[in-house]
């Protein structure tokens, strides 16, 4: 696999949705300067830009991270539940963040009761 696939497929993405790096960095709230560097693979995005930029372009996160050569899981290989999960993730994203941080720990209080 290429060193930069990361950096490649984010440019492509950028350049497929007919953005500048400055536009493209304001959709997924980071810097232009940070958006280059991606580009460039001399910085990794976090997990939160990349689904930021799979959100942007409509495209899996695994496309994005050089993990899958599909851009798109076809309905078949999404399961509903992972589905769902995204859906939900899209909403807690638009929360404020005292809102996420109680829901991540309802989350997280819910997974701990079940390793009991």
């Known amino acids: 696999m290429m060193e930069n696939i990361i950096g490649i497929r ?10 500048s790096q400055q536009r493209f960095a304001d959709a997924i709230e980071v810097s232009k300067a940070m958006v280059s560097l ?4 001399k910085k990794k995005p976090s997990r939160e830009t990349v689904t930021k930029i799979s959100n942007l ?5 695994d496309y994005v991270m050089g993990l899958s050569d599909y851009k798109n899981l076809n ?8 589905t769902e999960l995204h859906d939900m993730i899209s909403k807690i994203e638009k929360l404020d963040e005292d809102k ?6 309802m989350i997280k209080g819910a ?3 079940l390793d009991d």
């Open 38 to 41: 991606i580009e460039s693979g």
């Open 75 to 82: 309905e078949s290989q999404a399961s509903e539940v992972k």
């Open 111 to 113: 997974v701990n009761s």
């Open 100 to 105: 996420q941080k109680l829901i991540l720990n």
């Open 57 to 61: 372009g409509n495209i899996s996160a």
């Open 10 to 19: 984010v440019k492509e993405i950028r350049n497929s949705l007919a953005m």
